[in-house]
């Protein structure tokens, strides 16, 4: 039985590296919708191993027994033929995935040339399942067996959600009719905001083209709706593009700010941004114009000071972030593009964005005030950022900073405490500064400190807001009106229970 365990093990460790480096990191088969009955497949084969992993480690089959095993083999070998069929039909295998498949198969071939004599020796007894232990190689194939078994749990739910009805079904695209619709490129089309600014813009009949990574993504949330597009390379120069609105890039809220992180949150936005400026050189007809999306991080950290479009930048990696994003947009410019740039603040929304994790902890009674609480929170409404975004389309004369922000900002303590009496929870916990400071380094300003920004040139525009405090956009996002949320007025005061008033 050494010999089999040996192979088996093999099998393995050469099974988790396809599935880890293939099925999961390159491929990213469970985000892909083709790959459901690949997946279905991996889940039913891991199943078929967690059940060969505990049977051999910890029991002998023997006598009738013996065919269970023979079954469960012969089931392996079938559904490894079908996975080989179904692969190439649906994608195309990289070298090193076809030589590890086929090192696989070889491997089972030589595990089944092993069973086979200890299957005739056991099948010879009388018919019983006899109770073993080999000491460290039973606890290592029962290892190997939790960890088959959970994988297949996992691409079991991934087969229950690809198949699913794609989003854009789920939740009715609506599309709008006009005489000369536009055509909008946007880049980030797939993130919270991206994917509000596509709905609306359908709505309205204009023609949307989404930059995306991850095509299956888009298809799945837009369909047949948008056209597609990976790489700006595929866009000829002949292609009819009325504007460019650019969303694009990495999460500056998760892993602290290191000097790789750093670099990735640059590039995702200023590369982007460049090949997109590079795009509309190349254009025989160059779009009118160029939406680029920055933040009130441009600004740094300025306390209590109030701050419009004309307020000079700050210090800090999250201003000259911003200065570098922004610096690259304007270059479109000299292309003769309009250029608008949109520093947006803390987005709400019940879909995505800040607010889902922000609640989080309140609905588990862990809310706390970080900091002083005394930082300023500028947020925004998701509705009226996306018509911010139709405001900088709209409007010839436009071009420029515009402070995406409401025009009633309020500090961190009045933020969470809004929180907390709409979801009726107390509010009772603080976490010290320092603390944040030593956990999180500089990206810990996106949580103690705070800019007071207003928007001075939204308003002279005419724009109206349509959430411009606080306590009335959560109530429309979280479909609450609890007694005594009215209290938050445009000082942002708002009682709790007084053993909790922080």
Known sequence: MFAVFALITTQALLGAVDNLWHHEITERLPARRAAANELALHGVREL??????????????????????????????????????????????????????TTLALNFGAVLAMLGPVLIRWWAMPSRVIPVDYGPISWLFSVFGVGVFAWSLRNGLAVRKLRRPPEWSRNSILVGMKPAPR??????????????????????????????????????????????????????????????????????????????????LMGSRVNTTRALVRLMGRLARQPRVFI??????????????????????????????????????????????????????????????????????????AGAVSGSGNQWVSWIHIEDLVRLFELALDTPTLRGPINAVAPVAVTHRQFQRALA??????????????????????????????????????????????FRQLNVALVQLLGRHPGGISGIHQRGTLKLHPRCDN
């Not at 916990?429 to 928007?455: C, K, S, Y």
């Open 292 to 365: 680029s999306s920055s933040a009130i991080g441009y600004y740094g950290v300025r306390g209590n000071e109030w701050l419009d479009e004309n307020s000079a930048p700050g210090a800090g990696f999250q201003s000259v972030l911003c200065r570098e994003w922004e610096s690259a947009a304007v270059a479109a410019e000299g292309l003769g593009v309009r250029v608008v740039r949109l520093r947006t603040g803390l987005v709400l929304g019940r879909d995505g964005g800040a607010l889902p994790q922000l609640l989080m902890p309140v609905r588990l009674f």
């Open 183 to 264: 055509t909008v490129l946007i880049s980030g089309a797939t993130g919270f905001i991206g994917g509000h600014l596509v709905r609306r813009l359908l709505m309205r009949g204009d023609r949307v083209i989404v930059l995306t990574r991850d095509a299956d993504n888009a298809l799945d949330r837009f369909g047949p709706h948008v056209h597609i597009v990976t790489n700006l390379n595929d866009l000829d120069s002949d292609t009819d593009i009325d504007a460019i609105a650019n969303l694009a890039g990495a999460p500056i809220l998760g892993v602290p700010w290191t000097r790789a992180r750093r670099a990735k």
């Open 48 to 101: 078929i191993y967690a059940f060969v992993f505990f049977g051999l480690a910890w029991f002998r089959w023997q006598g009738a027994w013996v065919v269970l095993i023979g079954v469960v083999m012969l089931a392996e070998v079938i559904i490894t033929l079908l996975d080989f069929i179904v692969e190439d039909r649906t994608r195309r295998l990289p070298a090193f995935e076809r030589v590890l498949h």
């Open 421 to 466: 009496r709409v979801l009726r929870r107390p509010l009772c916990l603080r976490v010290p500064a320092f603390i944040l400071r030593t956990l999180l380094g500089e990206m810990a300003e996106l949580l103690v400190d705070g800019q007071h920004v207003v928007p001075r040139r939204a308003n002279e525009a005419g724009f109206q807001f349509r």
